[in-house]
T-cell receptor
Framework: GQNIDQPTEMTATEGAIVQINCTYQ??????LFWYQQHAGEAPTFLSY????GLEEKGRFSSFLSRSKGYSYLLLKELQMKDSASYLC?????????????FGAGTRLAVHP | DAGVTQSPTHLIKTRGQQVTLRCSPK?????VSWYQQALGQGPQFIFQ???????QRGNFPDRFSGHQFPNYSSELNVNALLLGDSALYLC??????????????FGNGTRLTVT
């Protein structure tokens, strides 16, 4: 079966660094995505990893270890606008098609 | 370049009724996926359409059905509505033959309330 775990809630201070972890068990692994979702809005794409290692994209970085079924999203120089839910999603390949399976999301609150 | 558009934005239905939600994919995309997102939860995969056929399906009952049209737009139908069907329904589009890191693009969703 498919299982994706991430912390329910996290808090951090403006200007700080926060790391959001995600562990997964899935068949047909074909990449891991991170999405940001503000309350009442659609999820927006942040980052993608398919090979082991770190992908950096401005203030956001994402890491993947396929052997450990583990990923994290690192947010640097936190801003108030970073308060949102962060969704870890695994792309699973089966029968010639990919589907994206989401975790429950981590609600991040950034305080002044 | 229009993104993913969904209609209606909000909908209120009564238990037992039927509902149809609509989605137009991002320009150039050919694959549409539907997700259900309950409050405080992550999106749950319902099904995916490509070339007008359902290609993958999540753990949802047959009350949930869909359709994709030749212009790639899609509909989600839910019959015999239950209170538990109240959720945000998200449509996402992608290009099946896109690059390896092609992400899903989401619409703003339809908020369905069943009373």
């Amino acid at each position: 079966g498919q299982n994706i775990d991430q912390p329910t809630e996290m808090t951090a201070t403006e200007g700080a660094i926060v790391q959001i972890n995600c562990t997964y068990q899935t068949s047909g692994f074909n990449g891991l995505f991170w999405y940001q979702q503000h309350a009442g809005e659609a999820p927006t794409f942040l980052s993608y990893n398919v090979l082991d290692g770190l992908e950096e994209k401005g203030r956001f970085s994402s890491f993947l270890s396929r052997s450990k079924g583990y990923s994290y999203l690192l947010l640097k120089e936190l801003q108030m606008k970073d308060s949102a839910s962060y969704l870890c999603a695994v792309r699973s390949y089966s029968g010639g098609y990919n589907k994206l399976i989401f975790g429950a999301g981590t609600r991040l609150a950034v305080h002044p | 370049d229009a993104g993913v558009t969904q209609s209606p934005t909000h909908l209120i239905k009564t238990r037992g009724q039927q509902v149809t939600l609509r989605c137009s994919p991002k320009s150039g995309h050919d694959t549409v996926s539907w997700y259900q997102q309950a409050l405080g939860q992550g999106p749950q995969f319902i099904f995916q359409y490509y070339e007008e056929e359902e290609r993958q399906r999540g753990n949802f009952p047959d009350r949930f059905s869909g359709h994709q049209f030749p212009n790639y737009s899609s509909e989600l139908n839910v019959n015999a509505l239950l209170l538990g069907d109240s959720a945000l329904y998200l449509c996402a589009s992608s290009l099946r033959q896109g690059s390896y890191n092609s992400p899903l693009h989401f619409g703003n969703g339809t908020r369905l309330t069943v009373t």
